[in-house]
């Protein structure tokens, strides 16, 4: 659970409004990609093989340039 200071948001008159929404999406998701419908490769920044891991734990390290890398067996 994430733990929110509360004096911080107050001090600076932060208005915080949260939400929760992950019921029941997943399938919807899966289907949409499965039919074409969503292009998931740009969030793919790289792939590499099992026998680059280091290489690979590195680009994921870089947060700048980096989103999601996929070891490939």
């Not at 107050?10 to 949409?32: M, P, T, V, W």
């Not at 292009?39 to 989103?67: C, H, R, V, W, Y």
């Amino acid at each position: 659970m994430a733990q929110l200071l509360l004096i911080a948001l107050i001090r600076k008159q932060i208005n915080f409004i949260g939400s929760f929404r992950y019921a029941n999406i997943f399938d919807e998701a899966i289907n949409l990609v499965s039919m074409g419908r969503i292009n998931l490769d740009p969030f793919l920044t790289g792939e590499f093989p099992i026998s680059d891991t280091q290489q690979a734990m590195i680009a994921a390290g870089d947060k700048k340039n980096s989103l999601k890398i996929h070891l490939v067996l």
